[in-house]
Every structure is written in C-alpha cells, then in structure tokens.
C-alpha cells in the first residue's frame, strides 16, 4: 500500500513538472518561426506518425514515424514548437491504450520533460544554431552529435521517468527495471533521429516541401517495409521453429538411445527378476535376477512356458489375470504367486504382470516381474502361527478359537443339520501345584493336559487354550450330542491317571461346561458365555464332573449378576444390617456374649442368605470392606451398650481377608475410631485360613491376640483338619458347628462328633461352644459333656441392636429356670 501511494506521488510530481515545462514552452513560443507546413507537420505527426510502426525483428522495440516529425519539428521549428507536439502526441497516443487517466497526463508530461531537456541541453551546449541543426557549411560533425544528443537524451530521459515509477510500484530496484524492460527502445529513438536527419538534408536541398511531397511515398515505404519486416520475422520464426524442431527430433533419437540403453541396463542387472513372454507364455528373454530366484538357466527358460513351472494350486487364476491383460480389461496385475524352483522347493514371489506392444506382432507380449518373498512368507507365517497359538502348549488360542467358533456358528445356520458344541475346561485347583511345586511344574502339567485332551477328540474337532488353565475344544459338524459327552467323560477318564511331573505324581480333575448351539446364540460370545456358565455351575456341583448348560442355568447367573450390582450398591451405602446372637454360659445359665451376623434385607428380593451373598462378596473383591463394615457396626453397638460388665462380642472374619498386608492395622483403626477395647472382641476364623495362608495366618492371629484380642475357631470339624495348627495358634476356643449338633436326637443319643470335639478341646485347654442349639435334649448332652458355651434358636433368634437391649433387659438372668439347668431361676426362650 506505500508503494503505490509513493508511486502516486512520484506521477504528480512529474506532472506539475511537464506542465511547467508546457507553459514554458507555449509563452516563449516563436511564432514568427512557423509557417503553413507547420500545421500539416503537427497533424501528420498526431494522427498518422502514432500509428505507423514498425516492430524490430527479435526485438521488444518498434520505430514510430511520429519520432522523426518530432525531431524534424525541432530543428525545422525549434524546441519550444517540438516541446507542445512532443506532449500533444503521446497525449492523444496514450488515450488510446490507457485505462488510468491519470497515466496518459503522465505520459505527456514525460515526454514533455525529456524534449526540454533535449532541447536546453543543445542551446547550452552552443549546438543550437542553423548551421549545426542542418549540418551546413562544414558543421556535419556537429550535425551528427546533434543528432545523436536528440536521440540519447530522449532515451535516457523518458525511459529514466517510466522505470521510476514502475520500481516505485513493484519495490524492484531500478536498475533491474530500467535493464529489463526498457532499455531495448533505444533502437526506435536512433532510428528517429537518423530519419528526421536524412528529412532536413532532403528539405536543405529541395525545399520543405519535398517532404510532404514525398510523405505518401514514405507512407507507403514505411508500410511496404513493415510487411517486409513482418515477412522476415515470419522466416525467422519459421527457422526457428526448424531448428527447434530438429533440436527436439535429435534429445528425442538420444533419449530414445539412451533410454533402450538403461532399459537394457536395467533388465540385465535389475535386483528382481524380469522376464518377457509371448502371449502363449513362452519365455522370450529373462535377466540374471530370474534365473538366480528359480533357480532355470536362461536357455532352460527359452525352452518352456511359464505354466510349467507354475505351481498348479496358482495356475488358474493366473491364466485368468493374463486373458483380462491380453482382451484390454486391465493394464496391469499383481498378485503373490508360487513358482517350482529347479531343486523342486515351492517358491513364493510377488508376481507383477503388464502387457508389452510390438508393432509386429496383433497382440503385446508380456512382461513378468518377479520378487522372492519366500522369506518373508515364512516369517509372516511364522508370526501369524505366534499370533494365534499358545506358546507354551502349542495349541491354538483364544483369537484362533474365536474365529473358528465363528465360522462354525455361520455353519450351523447355513448348512442344514450342522451343528456346533462347545466344552469349557477348567482345571480344577490348579493354583495350588504352582504354588506347592513351582510355576515350571505347573508349565509341564498344562503342556500333558494339552497332549491328553488332544487324545480325547475327534480329528476334525479343535481344541485351544484360552490362558491360564481353562482350555476348550469345539465340536463341529454332523454328530449326536451324545458324542460330546462321550468326549467329556473321556477327559475325566484321561484325568484319572496321575500325571508324572519330573519325579511328582500328581492328580488332575476337571470342572467342564459344555454348550449345545442354539438359535439364542447369535455370536461366539454368546455361546462361550453360556458354556463358562456351565462349567461354574459344575464347579459349584462339586468339581471333577460336567454339566450341560440349560436356560435355567442362565437364569441364575443373570440374578448373580444382579446381586452383585445391588451387593456393591448396598455395601458402597452401608446398607449391610448387623444382627446380634447372644452367646449363653452353659453352666449359669447367663449371656456371656454375642455373635454379630451381617444381613441382607433386598429390596425386591427380601432377605437374602449369608451363604448366598458372602462368598459373592468374596468373589467379587467387596468382602473386606463389607467385614470392615460389620466390625465397626458391632463394635460401635456393643460398645455403647450401658451394662454393668462389658459384653464380649465375636465377628467373623473372612479368609480372603488374610491376603491384605494391612489387616491388623486395619482392625486396630476401627478399634481405636470406636473406642471399643481390644479385650472385648473375639475374631471367629476358619479352618480353611490355615491351609490356604499358612504362614501369613500365624503371623497375623499372634499379632492380633498380642494386642488382647481373642482367636476363636469357628464351624470346627467342617473344613481342612490338621490339629498341629492348633498348637501353632493362640486359639482361645472352638466352636462346634449346628451340623454335629444337630445330629443328636430327642434320646441324647449320636454325640460321638461332639464328645470327640470336646475331648480334643480339652486336651489343648480350649473352650468349646456349640453353634444351633434347638432342643433341651441337645441342651443336656452339651451340659452333661461339660462344653463351656452354646447358641441357637432355644436360646435367641438373632436380633437387631434395639432388640438386643429389650431383650437383656427383660430376660437377665436368662432360662434360669430352664430345665436343663438346675437351681437355676426359670428363663425365658426366644424362638
């Protein structure tokens, strides 16, 4: 934008100087000087001079007849007269061709400007006079600079002002823009010059009048050598174009040259192999790289087709793609081909194929480009076996079998009586051989379960290890059912035979879940949804057997599932409810404690069972907080209750909790938040924690009884029994579960479980309390053996809290007067 207002500027000033230099020239004007011919000089000059040009052949430049009459004007008439003509026509020139008026004032005035300077350069210069304007009287040298001075200073002035301005606008450097598109008009203002000499010359000698007298001749010189002038840059042109012409016809004979020299260059030594065909198939020329790939000489090659050496699995499409090549359908084709190399390998390349013309021949030959890619087929099939089998077994995995599964279920809905199963195995305690014998034995177990299963099924059957230990084989095709419980029971026949790991006998079973497709399938997702439900059901059944899924069996893992969203909701809202079990002493007959037992009131299902929703909550990772929960809940309760002596309340633990590094800590900060004194509290563990923890379960109960609480064994009898861990433990009692209690009957009698536990009891100076006490018969067997404490629903029926208070205030002394208890006050029993 500040180039063209600095260009606007510059037009102005020029301007305002050409019309000072015309007012400067009209007021000293010379009237006396002019004449008639003066008139008829100025109008030839305006409306004929401007348009009779001649262009300069191979030039930018054109010789205008207006230069020399202006010229001629100015040793004729003088400077002032040549001045206004100057600026008159390029006034009315540039109207013609310029868009911007403004441009045309510009114009004039450039013109104007550089004829006033001419014109003072040659009065100051004393080259003014008559005799030098016409070269008279021994002034020709004179002449001649006069004329050359006109010339040069009309060059230099105008062509000085126009490149100003353009550099002005396109903020090019001057010389730059002066060099490249102005500097070729000097020929027109020599030729100017040298006319208007020759003209005054002419009128020296004949009169003026000679020159318009001659100006038709001139006229039609002029034109009849612009047509020569047009003529000659015809011919140029024309010349040029045949050497041009020429020029290309020879790059092209030696690119041509070249090029069949590169091609051939190329074909000898190109890295792949090429070869060229006729269009039957004949090999017609073949490079090094070919022969190096199959291993064929080339005049093995030259004596053959390509078919013959064609592996025949590839051959038809092959032919295929040639025919679509050869009838125009394509240009060209690639594929992966497999060739017979000389040696009788398979071969594998990428194959190329494009057609050839010949002007000899109706139909083009063929070109066949060859790349050995036999490697990296290898690697490629080496890694898609990687991506899609076990590497330790070598079965297939689970990305195989899905695909497989799929494909199979398409199958069965588009082939009628086809069908597909699915078994789901699951190896039943397998963590415990890694953790007793180590990860390489328990490695070596899975490769012979592999080896077994693949023995167990039929050849067209598929067997995959999904991970870990579950494995599953799909049956497909057209069978019996009955075939793939034939195959199940193989398995479990097969598992019954000890495996011989390094020197370790050892027994495997398996829980296996077999699935039946169905129009309810509608993805091989479904279908191993449903058979990993069936085998969880036959774990659930007891293990080492199998079970057919049915509808039913979805049913309940679709309430499982519910379960567990409304088990986190209610333990994420401590919804859980803690009921409390008064624990009585036998021998007074007086509650000596309580059991806190969480429970579970769902909203549309009602009270759902502990056995149900604990081991959920073990499965699913909630169990400790929800034992957290109940802890905290019962010790608050208790601990705030206003007796006279502090009741001891027991809370189960889970054995999953025995996994967290945190859990004394844990129970100590609920001890400590509640307030509720570790003396009090008595933790209720299984069996099962001593087989499964071992080592962690001693550490952990001897923390915990260090710090005053008390370690009791609940449902004893029931689980893994190993007594050496009860000298192990800081155990205070154990507790006989309902199951052995209830066994005694109205008469006393079948108390040998009892009797045996209590003994034993006894022997390690433990108590004994018995769990589900229902009769007064069960009552007197468990006083008469002298077993310290018992709970049940003769006594009390778990309670809440507020139930709990109202019944310690109405029933203390509690069943005094029960009788089972003599000289004991009579109780009252809460059924």
């Known amino acids: 934008m500040s180039e063209l207002r600095s260009a606007n500027r510059y037009m102005m000033t020029v301007i305002i100087l050409g019309a000072v230099c015309l007012i400067a020239a009209v007021f000293s004007l010379p009237i006396e000087r002019a004449d008639v011919y003066l008139p008829v000089l100025a109008a030839l000059t305006v409306i004929v001079g401007s348009r009779v040009t001649i262009q300069i052949p191979r030039f930018k430049s054109h010789v205008a007849v207006s230069d020399t009459f202006i010229f001629l004007t100015l040793m004729l008439y003088g400077g002032e007269f040549a001045i206004i003509l100057s600026a008159v026509e390029a006034f009315v020139s540039s109207w013609r061709f310029c868009n911007r008026k403004i441009t045309v004032f510009f114009n ?143 790059s092209q004979s030696e690119a041509l040259r070249e090029s069949e020299e590169r091609f051939r260059s190329a074909f000898d030594h190109a890295p792949i192999g090429i070869g060229l065909l006729s269009p039957t198939g004949s090999w017609l020329k073949v490079n090094q790289a070919l022969s190096d790939i199959l291993g064929y000489a080339e005049k093995d090659f030259l004596a053959m087709d390509f078919q013959a050496i064609t592996l025949p699995d590839d051959l038809g499409k092959t032919l295929v ?32 194929v494009s057609a050839a013309h010949d002007s000899t021949s109706k139909q083009p030959n063929l070109i066949f480009q060859l790349q050995d890619i036999t490697d990296r087929k290898s690697a490629e099939q080496k890694l898609q076996h990687e991506a899609t089998h076990d590497v330790l077994t070598g079965l297939p995995n689970r990305l195989y079998f899905m695909n497989k599964l799929t494909a199979a279920l398409d199958r069965t809905r588009s082939i009628e009586g086809y069908k597909a199963s699915v078994l789901f195995i699951d190896l039943d305690r397998f963590k415990y051989v890694n953790d007793s014998l180590g990860h390489v034995i328990g490695d070596q177990l899975l490769r012979c379960i592999a080896e077994r299963l693949g023995e167990c099924m039929r050849p067209a059957d598929t067997v995959a290890r999904l991970g870990g230990d579950e494995f599953t084989i799909l049956v497909e095709g057209k069978y019996d059912t009955a075939e793939v419980l034939h195959i199940a029971d193989r398995i479990q026949e097969k598992f019954s035979v000890p495996f011989d790991l390094s020197g370790h006998e050892v027994y495997s ?41 049915d509808e039913a069996m979805h049913s309940i893992v679709k309430e499982t599932l519910r379960l567990e969203t409304d088990l986190r909701r209610a333990v994420e809202r401590d919804e859980i409810q803690v009921y409390y079990q008064p624990i009585y002493d036998l021998a007074t007959g007086r509650i000596e404690s309580v059991e806190s037992l969480a429970r579970w009131y769902h909203p549309e299902f009602g009270p759902i069972s502990p056995s149900k929703f604990i081991p959920l909550a073990e499965e699913i990772g909630l169990i400790d907080n929800l034992c957290a929960q109940v802890l905290k809940r019962a010790c608050g309760d208790i601990g705030t209750l206003s007796l006279v002596e502090k009741l001891p309340v027991s809370v189960n633990l889970s054995c999953r909790q025995f996994s967290q590094t945190k859990l004394v800590g844990s129970i100590h900060d609920i001890l400590d938040e509640t307030g509720f004194s570790p003396k009090d509290l008595r933790l209720e563990i299984t069996e099962s924690v001593f087989f499964e923890h071992q080592e962690r379960a001693v550490e952990t109960l001897n923390d915990l009884r260090n710090s005053g609480i008390e370690i009791n064994i609940d449902d004893f009898g029931t689980g893994y029994s190993n007594l050496g861990y009860l000298q192990k433990l800081p155990v205070s009692a154990l507790k006989i579960d309902r199951t052995f209690v209830s066994m005694i009957d109205a008469d006393g009698n079948n108390d040998d479980i009892v009797r045996a536990i ?74």
């Open 509 to 549: 079973t398996a829980s296996i879940g077999i699935l039946h497709a169905s129009k309810n399938h509608q993805s091989s997702e479904d279908m191993m949804r449903d058979a990993d439900i069936a085998m969880y059901q036959a774990k659930r059944a007891g293990k080492a057997r199998h079970e057919v899924f």
């Open 321 to 352: 793609k040639i025919h679509e090549l050869l009838s125009g359908k394509i240009a060209s084709c690639q594929m992966e081909q497999r060739y017979i190399h000389k040696t009788g390998r398979v071969v594998w390349t990428s194959w190329s």
């Open 758 to 831: 209590i003994t034993l009891a006894r022997n390690f100076g433990l108590k004994v309390v018995a769990e589900g006490i229902e009769t007064d018969a069960q009552l007197n067997v468990l006083r008469g053996l002298e077993c310290e404490g018992g709970q049940g629903y003769l006594f009390a029926a778990p309670m809440s809290i507020d139930k709990l208070v109202e019944f310690m205030a109405e029933n203390e002394p509690a069943f005094a007067s029960h009788s089972a208890f003599e000289n004991v006050p009579e109780a009252s029993l809460i059924q």
């Open 108 to 250: 004039a005035s450039a013109v104007a400007i550089s004829t006033t300077l001419v014109f003072s350069f040659l009065k100051g210069a004393g080259l003014y006079s008559p005799e030098q304007l016409h070269g008279q009287a021994g002034s020709f040298t004179n002449f001649v600079i006069v004329l050359s001075v006109m010339a040069m200073g009309q060059f230099a002035v105008n062509t000085s002002l126009a490149a100003i301005y353009d550099s002005l606008k396109s903020a090019l450097p001057l010389w730059e823009t002066w060099k490249s598109k102005y500097i070729w008009t000097f020929f027109s203002y020599f030729v100017g010059a040298i006319g208007a000499g020759v003209l005054i010359q002419l009128s020296d000698s004949a009169g003026i009048g000679i020159i318009f007298a001659t100006f038709p001749v001139i006229f039609f010189v002029f034109l009849s050598y612009r047509m020569y002038m047009k003529n000659i840059e015809i011919s140029i042109q024309q010349a040029e174009q045949a050497e041009q012409y020429a020029n290309i016809l020879e």
